[in-house]
């Protein structure tokens, strides 16, 4: 009771000097706790660090680097993952040597005395090891040397991971990249592995025997470098689409060492890393050398049943023109006389059959000669489009495959046209007395479609001198650029209004020219055929020798 009496009496200190006394022992309490605090977060992640280290394929490991000294001075508790314990190699039971694999026992050996002898402090070793059932491991032991401060003696300790898994892989992977490089070495078709920049970091040897270069040669060059003019042109204004594309195909022409002009298809594709970076370009190069050849073949043979040249009508000036995207086409335009006609008409046809190539050539070629017989007995153009159509369409039996064409007939003596539209574009009827186009049009399917189509047939009267008529297929005016925009009917109106003063001849040309410098460095993608018309002011004046159709 005393003691609380002098807590209470008098001689008792003032409550605000108690309280200061508790809030000076709360601070204290305080710091107290933090530094306990501190004190045991490294504890923790000491723990933390070992239950992580346990469950992992690495262990640690101390050994002195005196010779005499024993072999390990500590080993962590995963040493197990040999098959031994701890115990067994610090106590000195097994050494290290016992555990590393013979044949890289003499390798591990050296290296580490060269590192030593170098003064390296830390360095990487990768060897197998042999655990205790006669398993064998690969680890990689990452060595760094230390000195023991409380001592001063030097250490080399380090961690030894186990890398099976990640060699095991390697190897696949080495194994699969020879079969593959085999694959690519022993092709027929050239191959090139480029950068992302294009720029060729590999070649096989049938890339290089077909240009004549060296591999060391090919190195180091991009595929412009090999390209022809044009086909560099091609490729270098479609540079950044190309290589936005994961797949692309394309045609061109290689130059070889010695000058040779090699036709090629590419096939290219991008390479992408797991986050879908481009990280490169491969292409395999097919030589088309023979199958152009083969196909230039059948071109030559094609365009021999094209006109040569125009046949003498007088007052009529005439030209045409076919110019395939390949070397065959499915473009035609042909002259026919028919016997029952004056010496002053004249019937053109221009066709042009669904798609390009072979295929689309074999069913011209059978149109060709089809109309031309039928054309040769009575009837009119109703009758020879109708029964030229019922062909067709026997032959081609649903496969998907038509042809358009425009018969048009050219009547002098009676100042008449007379025409049967069967699906093809209209022809263009320029009067440069009113400045004026005409479309030819007409009703009538495209041809081997239905059997029972009708093809009526339209006439205009009235032909006066000067007049212009141009019969052409789509691919001229749906020819593209390097932006993809069009030809255009626009411009090619335009150009025959500008030039309708000249022979059907130059008007003929000045469009083929138009046509050129709109499609500069672009690949044609259709056939294009025209035949231009010109009515002559005096048909005396007409040039032209006599022809045979």
């Not at 094209?306 to 042909?334: H, K, M, Q, T, W």
């Not at 001849?505 to 294009?528: K, N, P, S, Y």
Request: hydrophobic share 40%; proline share 4%; with cysteine.
């Amino acid at each position: 009771m005393k003691s609380q009496d002098n807590l209470t009496g008098a001689d008792a200190a003032p409550p605000e000097v108690l309280r200061a006394r508790v809030r000076h022992l709360e601070a204290q309490l305080k710091e107290l706790r933090q530094q306990l605090e501190d004190l045991g977060r490294p504890l923790d992640d000491l723990l933390m660090a070992r239950e992580i280290l346990a469950h992992s394929p690495t262990f640690l490991f101390r050994r002195p680097m005196a010779a005499d000294a024993p072999p390990l001075v500590y080993a962590s508790p995963n040493f197990t993952v040999t098959g031994y314990t701890p115990e067994d190699i610090t106590s000195g039971r097994i050494a290290f040597k016992d555990v590393v694999h013979p044949d890289d026992l003499e390798r591990t050996s050296r290296e580490s005395d060269e590192y030593a002898a170098r003064g390296v402090k830390a360095f990487t070793q990768i060897y197998r090891i042999v655990t205790r059932n006669g398993e064998v491991r690969w680890v990689e032991d990452h060595t760094s040397v230390v000195t023991d401060p409380r001592d001063g003696k030097r250490y080399h300790q380090g961690i030894v991971t186990d890398i099976t898994s990640r060699k095991r892989a390697e190897e696949a992977l080495r194994r699969s990249e020879e079969k593959y490089r085999r694959i690519v070495e022993t092709a027929g078709e050239g191959f090139m592995l480029m950068d992302e920049q294009l720029v060729i970091v590999d070649v096989n040897t049938a890339l290089c025997r077909m240009l004549g270069y060296s591999r060391d040669e090919a190195l180091g060059k991009t595929p412009l470098d090999f390209a022809s003019a044009a086909y560099r042109e091609i490729l270098g204004a479609h540079r950044d689409e190309l290589l936005r594309r994961d797949y692309l195909q394309t045609e061109g022409e290689l130059v070889a060492r010695d000058g040779r002009r090699i036709p090629i298809v590419a096939h290219g594709s991008v390479l992408r890393n797991d986050a879908g970076e481009t990280i490169g370009h491969m292409a395999f190069v097919t030589d088309m050398s023979a199958h152009k050849k083969a196909l230039a073949l059948a071109g030559e043979v094609q365009q021999s049943l094209l006109p040569r040249r125009p046949p003498f009508v007088a007052g009529l000036d005439l030209a045409g023109r076919n110019r395939s995207c390949d070397e065959i086409g499915g473009d035609y335009f042909d002259y026919i006389r028919r016997a029952h006609m004056s010496d002053r008409s004249l019937s053109l046809v221009v066709g042009d059959v669904s798609g390009h190539g072979l295929e689309a050539a074999l069913l011209m070629t059978t149109a060709r000669a089809f109309l031309r017989m039928r054309a040769s007995q009575p009837g009119t153009l109703t009758d020879i489009m109708e029964a030229l159509n019922r062909h067709l369409t026997q032959d081609l039996g649903g496969s998907g495959h038509f042809m358009t064409l425009f018969l048009l007939t050219v009547d002098l003596s009676r100042r008449r046209l007379e025409w049967v539209r069967a699906g093809h574009d209209p022809a263009l009827c320029y009067d440069p007395a009113r400045d004026r186009f005409q479309e030819l049009q007409g009703q009538g399917l495209a041809m081997g479609v239905d059997e029972d189509a009708d093809y009526p047939t339209a006439v205009i009267d009235g032909l006066a001198p000067g007049q212009v008529i141009a019969v052409g297929t789509d691919g001229i005016w749906e020819a593209r650029d390097r932006n993809g925009t069009m030809f255009g009917k626009a411009r090619f109106e335009t150009l025959i209004r500008q030039h309708h003063r000249q022979s059907a001849g130059e008007i003929l040309e000045a469009v083929f020219q138009a046509l050129a410098e709109h499609t500069r460095g672009v690949r044609a993608e259709d056939d294009m055929t025209l035949v231009i018309v010109k009515i002559e002011a005096d048909p005396r004046l007409t040039g032209g020798s006599a022809y045979e159709i």
